[in-house]
């Protein structure tokens, strides 16, 4: 090894230093500037995102693996500890929901009917996609987790992600074999709902805690805590009446509602494919509305034509 | 021949751990742990692999491997870009500067001051996000994620010390 003399050492370090600050003046500053690449170019930020994002779910996917085992010996573990407990309340849980059961049939037979009798336009067909939850980024600022499926799965931007309890996100960003799930509770999210049984619409807004926000409720609308939530279809991102949560907290200046998903157990997410083309493609939508409503108007004038012309045979 | 081939890839090596390493946390931390309380508070072990190389070995954390480490983990993230490099940059700049400091520095005077590091570059890092985010984010969850940081910091630590040890040998 060569040692630096003295007077190499002299001449080095301030230019050395010199260097080494304006190399941190220069990537704070670039820092900076992706920043501001970041509030301008979404399409950018979305397309590195999903490549980096790509590259790590195979790997994330490998080593998630283990670590759901782990926590699922400890949840097992956890079960055995209170048995005869969890036995009681499952029975009576048991006994409730085949009330329930007996109840969503009938009811079930009853909307069919009613359907029928109205010639209702039936929902578009729904297709689940069933993915593993392979990242969760955590950290102060963001609520979102990645999941092991991508568009070659048939994931696409906007669709909603469910767990079995209910509605956790929406998808956000989609890499070919991964994508990123912005969760209901992110500062950034923000769904149409309609809550409680006076079916009053409303915005939930995420704000990076456990319990998001009902926004711009109508002055009229009543509401009590244990309200249900459900997405109200509007905007045609969500299909209508996916389960939410609950109205937790109704005070003067918010409305706080408790999803129904348990955060800490959310290893799979159903995403839904509901056949809508949803915000990505407000064209096709809009065309097809208007050629709906014209057909119905013409129904509708060829019928009044045909009822004035009735009475007079 | 072959023995300095070996030689060679052994000394890439223990120049690359350190960055590697780091990256690597950052990715472990993606892990969905099933803990429902601590994915807000995650603790940012970035900076934790940061500091502590520039404290030990700050030629083998060179400023534009900490930069690369805050791109990848802001990108990882899915929030906005920059608020994660920023603090990253700030904390390596504050080491490097009071780099005489740490020279006979005892573990836990090091501690020390990664704790007054950590809640410079936290608070500058949650400055940024609010910035970035046209936002005000609740300080609560980063204060949090800070004291999870600062305890994580002597395992880190000392896992990092066996590794450098294991590797001199």
Redesign the interface.
Known sequence: MNKPTGSEIRVASPLKAWASRFALLLLVGAAFGLMLIGRTNGFLVEQTRTTVTDMVTPILDAVSQPVDTFSGVIDQAESLANLQSQNIALKEQNARLLHWQAVARQLEAENAALRDLNRMVPDPGMRFITARVVGDPGGAFVRSVLINAGDRDGIEKGQAAMTGAGLAGRVAEVGLRSARILLVTDINSRIPVIVGGGRDRAVLAGDNTNYPQLLYLGPTAKLRIGDQVTTSGHGGVFPPGLAIGVVSAVSETSIRVEPFVDWAHMEYLRVVDYEMSGILDFQSVEAARAAEAEAAAAEAAQAARAGGEGPQQ | MRQGVLHRLDGVARIISPFFVTLLLV??????????A?????P?VALVGVFFWSVHRPDLMP??A??LI???Q??????????G??GL??AH?LV?WQHRFFLAASFVLIWCVFMLVAAVAMTVT?L??C?????Y???G??FF?YLMTVAIYPCLAWAFLRGQRLFQR
């Open positions: 990715l472990l931390a993606l892990l969905p742990l099933r803990v429902s601590i994915a807000p508070i995650m940012a400023i534009w900490v930069f805050g791109f990848v802001d990108l990882l993230a899915g929030g906005a870009w920059g608020p490099i920023v940059l700030l700049a490097v949650w940024c996000a910035l970035a985010m046209m936002t984010i609740d300080p969850p980063v994620q």
